[in-house]
């Protein structure tokens, strides 16, 4: 280092005023510089490597010498570096650095980089791309490289296309879209966005990622998490969505070379603190992409140093609304508080079936929770909450804080949790059968075991598999989360503390349970939306998870003054209780009808039925075992014991009297029992069925058709699978079933022998041949919400009251098949709308005067109607698409197109007339004119036209 020319720092000094107190700091400068430039890879050992002569300056005496040269393999200026002391401003040597610039690009034909430093503050100047920006050392050579071959070789983002497989949803594509502006035309090099959790942060960025890369704006991206079960995510994210990027887990495998790496924030601060290279390997230039998951307050504070050190375009991700992102967060990013780059919040999402609502069920423990609410706290107190739920390794705070938590610990608070879950207020999937996927989020680990121990004292038919600990000290947590994501699996129940809570993608999950108190309103924003990602065909084929319910037990709700629309009281009605019910009122009316058990003559074709004793005996020792089989190891079976001693024994079930069946229906039907029927769904959703048309048969009624229509269906559709040997071997019994002629007088042992018959194939079957096996009664199977608005139906007089009426019964009638056309766009016949006037009149709504009415007044009966109903928010998209290309959309145009997507779904049609008026003038103020090319425009009119028309007979 001896060896190196100091004259240019020594020029440096004599041409200030202050010489003779500089000659040390002067020293002192040339160090720091020379330490930094050998850490990027510079030895500065060539004769033109420092005070390179230059001449034609346009300042006196017209010749200097520039303080270093960074030359490429050609002898060609990458950059240059500027010199002052440290006593004086660094930004004062810009000028001069920018005029060796100008004399070495007349010298050499390329312009080189500018540094300029005193050794301690170092600015960056690429002055074709941007304004000087503050960095923590030099780049390497061939990261200076990579700069200046950009400024040719770097693509326009504004008219490249998005990867819509990767990241397909418009808010997605309306989130990157502001990114690349803020990169390309604000020339920013920083940008936050907020997104409700479970909307795809993760695809948002391997998008952008995909994007820049392809562009040529990156060669390598830093994605940083605060957690590994994060990481862990990320990383299998990436590789299914990017799999042309060398990815590299630095927790994994710290030495190797990638295109995307992937690392906790604590990992990298340390890697950068301490680096195990004499030439540090994570230099300022290494990374050009920073993309960080904030998941808390003070992850950005904390891990401040990574986002300083390096010299690449940074990018936040949130789940924090925009209002709840503290300023040292936005200070980082660049950006004025409270107005980060976009956002997409809760309500959006769920407003556009992207995610589901969550709703309340409130149960606060004996100790109220005290304090003061979070948002009376002042920022350090937020802090200092956060504090309590984070460590460096993202890991919550263990310990127990007050006396409402430490109730949580008692075991009958733990029992009365667990039976309002399970037998009460739960979600439950599998017709009823099984608790949908529930997630309890506990103080710690050892509350976490002991609540997972009282499951087992409470339900230990399940063998211990009912529910499982998740956290950091129980080990095998990945393999236990991969087990819980499998949707009809064992556990049905996870036990989270400082895990689970914090966003693993779970879809099927329906409970959520916070049976702890939290400080932190971040991350109980995350904990809820473990919850809120949608989950298709959830309950059977066409009925999607709706919402989600957070059982609240210590007052987190209102602490974080949230609120949400309380969970209806009322539960659908499991599967196993009403197969119960009916065969216990098929045991009773068997022996007081013994009339209904006739049997025709069947022919040798059907084989021998069933005798009436054997019937009655049969279902008598179903119904025994189940009741035999409640164990008073559970706290809800202890409660009925009285009820259910008298029918443990086989004797009391030869001769039931009304008295005893009204008892086992109120008071033991409904009871956890050890026996697991472990037959498949779709036979005893069948087995109820024709247990149902049974009764039908007893109780002297004719069978309905909604009854017989699912049987028969099933029979259809088994035929068309004789190939089959176990079908083929009931080929004569399905045949006659699916022929009207065999319900004429169909007795209870001939349908019980068909039931035996067909009960084991029934899962041969389609998924919708076996669904129309639940809709056979409308309180088992509620349909999905309607999306009727209810500001057409407020007033109550005149033709608006044929309106009310109109919307009260398209309510009732949400299946019917006119309506699921009108709300999907799918092209209606003149049948289509004669059956939903047929509906209309004969639910007494209106006359034939008000029904021409609504007819003239919207250009059709499909119109008013679809008026009143709504589009379908995916099906007013798949509408807009031929008339417009969102891949290359700008943010302004995604929108307006939500805009006109958002009126869609509320009014069903739109006038292209209402492009030209507010709220649409909002964005482009002289109508979509401004904002698209006239060939989109009409398009877009063509497009809306074409809507209206679909709700009109073809």
Same mark, same amino acid.
């Given at each position: 280092m001896s060896s190196i020319d100091r004259r240019p720092v020594r020029e440096a000094a004599t041409r200030r005023p202050d010489v003779a107190a500089s000659e040390s700091q002067t020293a002192a400068c040339g160090d720091a510089i020379d330490r930094l430039l050998h850490a990027a890879g510079w030895p500065l050992t060539g004769p033109d490597d420092t005070a390179f002569p230059l001449a034609g300056l346009p300042t006196p005496p017209g010749k200097a010498y520039v303080d270093y040269v960074l030359w490429d393999d050609r002898r060609k200026p990458l950059a240059i570096v500027e010199a002052r002391h440290t006593r004086r401003n660094t930004r004062a040597g810009q000028q001069r650095a920018r005029q060796y610039a100008d004399g070495l690009e007349?010298?050499?034909?390329?312009?080189?980089?500018?540094y300029y430093t005193n050794g301690r503050d170092h600015w960056f100047w690429d002055d074709r791309a941007g304004p000087p920006r503050a960095?923590?050392?030099?780049?390497?050579?061939?990261?200076?490289?990579?700069?200046? =071959?950009?400024?040719?070789?770097?693509?326009?983002?504004?008219?490249?296309?998005i990867d819509t497989a990767i990241a397909g949803r418009p808010y997605q594509h309306r989130a990157i879209r502001r990114i690349a502006e803020a990169f390309?035309?604000?020339?920013?090099?920083?940008?936050?966005?907020?997104?409700?959790?479970?909307?795809?942060?993760?695809?948002?960025?391997?998008?952008?990622?995909?994007?820049?890369?392809?562009?040529?704006?990156?060669?390598?991206?830093?994605?940083?998490?605060?957690?590994?079960?994060?990481?862990?995510?990320?990383?299998?994210?990436?590789?299914?969505?990017?799999?042309? =990027?060398?990815?590299?887990?630095?927790?994994?495998?710290?030495?190797?070379?990638?295109?995307?790496?992937?690392?906790?924030?604590?990992?990298?601060?340390?890697r950068i603190a301490h680096?195990?290279?004499?030439?540090?390997?994570?230099?300022?230039?290494?990374?050009?992409?920073?993309?960080?998951?904030?998941?808390?307050?003070?992850?950005?504070?904390?891990?401040?140093?990574?986002?300083?050190?390096?010299? =690449?375009?940074?990018?936040?991700?949130?789940?924090?609304?925009?209002?709840?992102?503290?300023?040292?967060?936005?200070?980082?990013?660049?950006?004025?508080?409270?107005?980060?780059?976009?956002?997409?919040?809760?309500?959006?999402a769920i407003a556009d079936h992207h995610l589901v609502p969550p709703r309340a069920v409130c149960v606060p423990v004996r100790q109220p929770r005290g304090g003061m609410a979070y948002d009376g706290l002042s920022d350090t107190e937020k802090d200092h909450e956060d504090a309590l739920e984070w460590n460096d390794?993202?890991?919550?705070?263990?310990?127990?804080?007050?006396?409402?938590?430490?109730?949580?610990?008692?075991?009958?608070?733990?029992?009365?949790?667990?039976?309002l879950l399970m037998e009460k207020r739960g979600r439950r999937v599998a017709d009823g059968d099984w608790i949908g996927k529930t997630l309890i989020f506990a103080s710690n680990h050892d509350h976490a075991r002991f609540i997972a121990g009282r499951f087992d004292a409470n339900y230990p038919q399940y063998k211990g598999r009912l529910a499982c600990v998740i956290t950091y000290e129980a080990g095998q947590a990945q393999t236990l989360i991969d087990a819980f994501s499998v949707a009809d699996r064992m556990p049905r129940v996870a036990i989270a503390a400082g895990l689970l809570d914090t966003g693993i993608a779970v879809p099927e999950v329906v409970n959520l349970v916070f049976f702890r108190l939290v400080r932190s309103k971040a991350r109980f924003r995350q904990m809820v939306g473990c919850g809120t990602r949608p989950c298709k065909n959830l309950y059977g084929p066409g009925q999607d998870k709706q919402d989600v319910l957070l059982f609240d037990f210590?007052?987190?709700?209102?602490?974080?003054?949230?609120?949400?629309?309380?969970?209806?009281?009322?539960?659908?009605?499991?599967?196993?209780?009403?197969?119960?019910?009916?065969?216990?009122?098929?045991?009773?009316?068997?022996?007081?009808?013994?009339?209904?058990?006739?049997?025709?003559?069947?022919?040798?074709?059907?084989?021998?039925?069933?005798?009436?004793?054997?019937?009655?005996?049969?279902?008598?020792?179903?119904?025994?075992?189940?009741?035999?089989?409640?164990?008073?190891?559970?706290?809800?079976?202890?409660?009925?014991?009285?009820?259910?001693?008298?029918?443990?024994?086989?004797?009391?079930?030869?001769?039931?009297?009304?008295?005893?069946?009204?008892? /086992?229906?109120?008071?033991?039907?409904?009871?956890?029992? &050890?026996?697991?029927d472990d037959s498949d769904e779709a036979a005893r959703r069948f087995d109820l069925l024709m247990l149902r048309l049974q009764l039908c048969v007893l109780r002297g009624e004719s069978a309905p058709g909604h009854l017989k229509r699912p049987v028969r269906g099933v029979a259809r559709a088994l035929l068309a699978q004789t190939g089959l040997p176990a079908v083929h071997d009931q080929a004569g019994w399905i045949q006659a079933i699916a022929e009207e002629g065999w319900w004429d007088d169909a007795s209870v042992l001939l349908l019980e022998q068909a039931r035996r018959r067909l009960r084991a194939l029934v899962h041969?079957?389609?998924?919708?041949?076996?669904?129309?096996?639940?809709? &056979?009664?409308?309180?088992?199977?509620?349909?999905?919400?309607?999306?009727?608005? &209810?500001?057409?139906? =407020?007033?109550?007089?005149?033709?608006?009251?044929?309106?009310?009426?109109?919307?009260?019964?398209?309510?009732?009638?949400?299946?019917?098949?006119?309506?699921?056309?009108l709300r999907h766009n799918a092209p209606l016949t003149t049948a289509d709308l004669a059956g939903l006037e047929q509906m209309l009149a004969a639910n007494g709504v209106g006359d034939r005067e008000a029904i021409d009415r609504?007819?003239?007044?919207?250009?059709? /009966?499909?119109?008013?109607?679809?008026?009143?109903?709504?589009?379908?928010?995916?099906?007013?998209?798949?509408?807009?698409?031929?008339?417009?290309?969102?891949?290359?959309?700008?943010?302004?145009?995604?929108?307006?197109?939500?805009?006109?997507?958002?009126?869609?779904?509320?009014?069903?049609?739109?006038?292209?007339?209402?492009?030209?008026?507010?709220?649409? &003038?909002?964005?482009?103020?002289?109508?979509?004119?401004?904002?698209?090319?006239?060939?989109?425009?009409?398009?877009?009119?063509?497009?809306?036209?074409?809507?209206?028309?679909?709700?009109?007979?073809?």
């Open positions: 007349a010298l050499t034909g390329q312009r080189p980089l500018i960095v923590q050392g030099f780049h390497r050579q061939d990261e200076l490289e990579r700069l200046l =071959a950009r400024r040719t070789r770097r693509q326009p983002l504004a008219t490249a296309a390309e035309q604000d020339r920013l090099r920083a940008a936050l966005v907020s997104m409700a959790p479970g909307t795809g942060k993760t695809r948002t960025a391997i998008a952008l990622t995909e994007l820049l890369m392809r562009c040529r704006w990156i060669k390598r991206t830093l994605f940083l998490a605060d957690r590994t079960a994060q990481l862990t995510r990320a990383a299998a994210a990436f590789a299914a969505h990017l799999p042309q =990027a060398t990815l590299v887990n630095l927790a994994k495998d710290a030495g190797a070379d990638g295109d995307v790496y992937l690392s906790t924030c604590p990992t990298m601060q340390d680096p195990i290279d004499t030439v540090p390997r994570f230099g300022p230039g290494h990374f050009d992409l920073v993309i960080v998951n904030i998941t808390h307050r003070g992850i950005c504070r904390r891990h401040r140093a990574i986002f300083s050190h390096f010299d =690449a375009l940074r990018v936040g991700l949130t789940a924090m609304p925009e209002d709840e992102i503290d300023r040292d967060t936005y200070r980082l990013f660049d950006l004025e508080t409270g107005i980060p780059t976009d956002a997409y919040d809760l309500d959006e390794d993202g890991h919550a705070d263990t310990a127990v804080p007050d006396a409402a938590d430490a109730c949580l610990h008692h075991q009958d608070t733990v029992d009365a949790m667990i039976a210590c007052q987190n709700l209102a602490f974080f003054d949230v609120r949400l629309e309380a969970a209806a009281e009322t539960m659908p009605v499991p599967l196993e209780q009403r197969l119960f019910r009916a065969r216990l009122e098929l045991l009773a009316r068997l022996e007081t009808r013994p009339a209904g058990l006739s049997v025709r003559e069947a022919g040798a074709s059907y084989g021998n039925p069933p005798t009436p004793a054997a019937l009655h005996d049969d279902v008598a020792q179903w119904l025994h075992r189940q009741v035999a089989s409640m164990s008073t190891d559970n706290f809800a079976v202890r409660a009925k014991h009285r009820h259910i001693a008298p029918y443990v024994h086989r004797e009391a079930w030869q001769r039931l009297g009304p008295a005893q069946a009204a008892e /086992l229906s109120e008071h033991v039907c409904g009871l956890p029992t &050890t026996l697991l041969l079957t389609d998924a919708q041949t076996r669904w129309q096996l639940a809709c &056979t009664d409308p309180t088992d199977a509620p349909g999905p919400a309607s999306a009727i608005a &209810t500001a057409a139906c =407020a007033d109550d007089t005149g033709f608006a009251r044929f309106r009310t009426n109109v919307c009260r019964c398209l309510r009732a009638h949400a299946r019917h098949p006119t309506l699921h056309k609504a007819r003239r007044a919207s250009g059709g /009966l499909g119109v008013f109607v679809r008026g009143l109903i709504g589009l379908d928010r995916e099906a007013a998209r798949a509408a807009l698409s031929g008339a417009i290309t969102s891949e290359a959309m700008t943010a302004d145009q995604c929108d307006f197109i939500d805009l006109v997507v958002t009126h869609l779904t509320m009014h069903g049609v739109m006038e292209a007339a209402r492009l030209y008026a507010s709220p649409f &003038t909002d964005i482009a103020p002289q109508g979509p004119d401004s904002l698209f090319a006239p060939e989109t425009v009409d398009a877009l009119v063509t497009a809306l036209q074409q809507i209206t028309a679909r709700a009109v007979a073809a």
